[in-house]
């Protein structure tokens, strides 16, 4: 069974919806800035990605403000019973930090991420079945592979999947703790890259078998999308209406253009250490060969590649050796997080998406911020947008603390 | 297929093996650390740092390893997905906390690295050397059913040849070890039975390994 990315919107430091995220990539401008939330605690940066005009409820999280206006064209659009899948790191993390800054303990209960898996249900009126699935910064492309394989086994017939993770002080702490950031923006790939900017971002996509993604360019659409028979559940609603969007938004993209073929994945342990990557990309490397024959591909097709291109310099490193252990001739590799920054749990699906974007146009973004390649990066990594045959094939790969990594295999939505 | 149940809390830790050797022990206290690295067929060398979370979890994982013999086969995939009831909120909270403490200029590394929900399943895998999927699954409706219906799922997709499935919280720590989808063995219905507290199944366990 084939499945397919029928619908997706998100949100990034470009702004909002993926046309504001490819034309950022595309125009090669990043959207990182120098900001002054942090300014008076001495971290080893001031550069973040974050969203410019996000309103936030002084009493909520910065997540969820990014989520309310994301998925509020969703509701009532899906049926009650659509499975949800939220992947996220640290959540609703701002309950955390004002526990302890205001002194209310009771708050951090509030940051429990069975707690934002409830918000998300009741603000989508959804009653299926709901799951958090963590894996650092792997998190949501191996949330995707889990939806994926759901569906491939005729357990689900749609997924919906939501990422998001937000800048705060907290992480923002703990990787100038860990000398991980850039004082300038991020450099993923370059000679002199030094360190990732950390980026807030929230993205959802529905995956689903391709034989409902059929439907979706016409009506009646998705049964994911559609108004059970039951007599507990709303009125069903004119049919022309279930994939029209209260805000436009929601399907800017002409449908053709979301549709994304998952075609296989692999989900590695590299065991060697909890923030190190593996010297030797055997993880990554294994990861890519399993997403190959899942796909029942060879590595040789692979058109192009969506890296996870933190910017440091080991995690780049063992992702351009994961590269040339697998692959056997270069191939155009970008990385979004020059642009955007490193989004933690959103990252993995947002390159999914800009892949799909990037199959459907037949144009792979260039890095933002890549001046000079690494020289383990010549050939590979470039500095223009470059162009792609027909019927591409994509690797997107994603690596994160505890030694995870993600490689998943990704097509055209009619290419099984 | 689940083939062995292990356990480790304060009191005593063990294995429910259906069809196999079943055995519980008093726990020797994290504090007695020589007899501790003696449950594990690796040598770990930062056992104290790790949180309370790990070091149970550790502990329960490598009692349902050495219960299977998996390790004992070479080439052999293992993967780990982990639970808790609440993510990681007490590291989240001592990381900012002592962050906050400290000036609020500079954490603690050691502590930061913990503040991820697949902090537990990361630090197994790098102690046992488990080298296929690792992932924080939570599903508060079914917690053990879903951790193990999930676990069983990648091995079937290939993912993976084992998977454990570990469920943990600052008290114990619960480990499946599961090598195919096929069989609903009786675990499974123990495991329904204790959807709204996993430490009924710890119970249960005792009490049928102390009949068998």
């Known amino acids: ?416 | 297929m689940i083939r062995a149940v292990a356990w480790y809390c304060a009191q005593d830790y063990g294995v429910f093996m259906p069809g196999g050797r079943s055995w519980q022990k008093p726990s020797p206290a994290f504090s007695a650390t020589a007899d501790i690295l003696a449950l594990i067929d690796r040598p770990v060398k930062y056992f104290g740092r790790l949180t309370t979370e790990s070091r149970l979890g550790l502990c329960a994982a490598s009692v349902a390893l050495r219960a299977t013999g998996w390790q004992e086969s070479t080439n052999r995939e293992i993967g780990i997905i982990s639970s808790t009831p609440d993510g990681c909120l007490r590291d989240n909270r001592e990381y900012f906390q002592d962050y906050v403490d400290s000036g609020r200029t500079l954490g603690r590394g050691n502590l930061f690295i913990y503040t991820l929900p697949t902090s537990v399943a990361g630090e197994i895998a790098i102690a046992l050397g488990l080298v296929g999927p690792c992932m924080f699954v939570q599903d508060d409706a079914r917690p053990l059913t879903s951790l193990a219906r999930h676990a069983q799922r990648l091995v079937a997709d290939g993912e993976a040849d084992q998977m454990l499935a570990l469920w943990s919280d600052s008290r114990f720590a619960l480990c499946l070890a599961i090598d195919s989808i096929e069989g609903d063995n009786p675990i499974f219905a123990l495991l329904a039975d204790s959807q709204s507290a996993p430490s009924q199944l710890i119970r249960d366990l005792q009490t049928m390994v102390s009949k068998a």
């Open chain 1, 1 to 416: 069974m084939n499945v397919v990315i029928a619908q997706s919107d998100l949100v990034t430091a470009y702004g909002w919806g993926i046309d504001a995220l490819w034309n950022g990539l595309l125009g090669g401008e990043t959207a990182i800035a120098a900001i002054d939330r942090f300014a008076e605690r001495g971290f080893t940066s001031d550069q973040a990605a974050v969203i410019p005009d996000l309103e936030v409820d002084p009493n909520g999280s910065r997540v969820m403000a990014m989520l309310n206006r994301l998925l509020t064209p969703l509701i009532g659009k899906l049926d009650p019973m659509t499975p949800l899948i939220l992947s996220t790191t640290v959540g609703e993390i701002d309950y955390v930090e004002r526990s302890i800054l205001q002194g209310h303990a009771e708050l951090a209960a509030e940051a429990r991420p069975q707690v934002m898996l409830a918000r998300i249900k009741a603000l989508l009126q959804l009653r299926g079945a709901g799951m958090v699935i963590s894996s650092a910064c792997a998190s949501s492309s191996m949330a995707v592979t889990q939806a994926a394989s759901l569906i491939r086994r005729g357990d689900e017939k749609a997924v919906l999947v939501v990422a998001c993770d937000a800048v705060s002080e907290f992480v923002y702490s703990g990787f100038s703790t860990l000398h991980s950031l850039c004082a300038a923006p991020a450099r993923p790939f370059d000679e002199s890259r030094n360190g990732l900017t950390l980026g807030e971002a929230a993205a959802w996509a529905l995956v689903v078998s391709d034989d409902l993604q059929s439907d979706v360019s016409t009506t009646p659409p998705t049964p994911a999308l559609r108004y059970s028979e039951e007599p507990d559940r709303p009125p069903k609603p004119d049919s022309s209406d279930y994939l029209r969007p209260r805000d436009p938004g929601i399907l800017k993209s002409p449908p053709r253009e979301s549709k994304t073929s998952i075609l296989g994945w692999g989900n590695t342990t590299d065991a060697t250490h909890m923030t190190a990557p593996d010297r030797n990309a055997g993880g990554l490397s294994r990861a890519i060969g399993k997403a190959c024959s899942m796909a029942k591909r060879q590595a040789d097709e692979i058109s192009f590649i969506a890296a996870h291109g933190t910017a440091t310099i080991y995690s780049d490193a063992m992702e351009m050796l994961a590269f040339g252990n697998t692959i056997p001739k270069p191939k155009p590799v970008f990385s979004i997080k020059g642009g955007v920054g490193h989004t933690l749990a959103t990252a993995g699906l947002l390159q999914i998406l800009v892949a799909g974007r990037a199959i459907s146009r037949g144009v792979v973004p260039a890095t933002v911020g890549l001046r000079s390649p690494d020289p383990a990066a010549i050939d590979w990594a470039h500095t223009m947008p470059a162009p792609i045959g027909r019927a591409p094939l994509a690797l997107s790969t994603n690596s994160g603390f505890g030694g995870v990594n993600t490689a998943i295999l990704l097509g055209e939505g009619n290419q099984a």
